[in-house]
């Protein structure tokens, strides 16, 4: 069992490879593509007619979180040897970091590798579609949006429930709890709470109006 910085430290992780990249350059590369990412889509979204400074937030929100889900989640479910390649890349790297605040992802458990897989496939694909949906003011927008957040919600409620479940100690030290376990997640709460709310009250509105209407 070679050595690892991990949480239990009896956790068998058989031809474990240390990480290559520092915490800096990992972060820093993901932070500053997202931030590339948001600025891209802000500017972008400047063109499109009629869209109000919220949607536009919008569309940089699901394009943000869809790319994550896609380019960043879809590598883990989808490569179980991560952490033994010889030659790593950066996506192998990001998970051998993130495992230390989380080490289920590093030792494969079922139930997190089932929600990054559902995650990955379903919640990515809808994410880049509600980016579009927005920008051509699709009727079907809010209740994409409403979806995909009840979607990211329930895959937090799982997440945080089975660790609590499991023992409650996936960690490194404290500073990986916050940072990694709980502020890495939080956005994935606060956020679609803010746009369900949003949407249904959007949703609401219409269905009101066209009662309205129907009964004129």
């Given at each position: 069992m070679g050595a690892h910085p991990y949480v239990p430290?009896?956790?068998?992780?058989?031809?474990?490879?240390?990480l290559r990249l520092t915490q800096l350059e990992i972060l820093g590369a993901y932070l500053g593509t997202s931030l590339f990412v948001l600025v891209a889509v802000w500017?972008?979204?400047?063109?499109?007619?009629?869209?109000?400074?919220?949607?536009r937030l919008l569309m940089c929100w699901w394009a943000f979180t869809g790319l994550t889900h896609i380019?960043?989640?879809g590598p883990f479910v989808?490569?179980?040897?991560?952490?033994?390649?010889?030659?790593?890349?950066?996506?192998?790297?990001?998970?051998?970091?993130?495992?230390?605040?989380?080490?289920?992802y590093v030792a494969r458990d079922t139930a997190t590798v089932t929600v990054e897989g559902i995650t990955a496939v379903l919640k990515g694909p809808a994410s880049l579609l509600a980016v579009y949906a927005?920008?051509?003011?699709?009727?079907?927008?809010?209740?994409?949006?409403?979806?995909?957040?009840l979607g990211q919600l329930y895959?937090?409620?799982?997440?945080?429930?089975?660790?609590?479940?499991?023992?409650f100690n996936f960690w490194a030290s404290p500073f990986y709890f916050w940072a990694y376990f709980i502020g890495a997640n939080s956005l994935w709460i606060v956020i679609p709470l803010l746009i369900a709310t949003r949407s249904w009250?959007?949703?609401?509105?219409a269905v009101h109006q066209s009662?309205?209407?129907?009964?004129?």
């Open positions: 430290a009896g956790l068998d992780l058989p031809g474990y490879v240390p500017l972008l979204s400047g063109r499109c007619r009629r869209l109000s400074g919220t949607d380019l960043i989640e989808f490569t179980p040897d991560f952490f033994t390649k010889t030659n790593p890349n950066f996506f192998d790297e990001v998970w051998k970091e993130y495992s230390k605040g989380d080490s289920r927005i920008a051509s003011r699709k009727s079907y927008s809010h209740i994409l949006q409403f979806a995909v957040c895959g937090c409620i799982v997440y945080f429930t089975t660790a609590y479940l499991d023992g009250k959007k949703i609401c509105a009662e309205k209407v129907k009964t004129k």
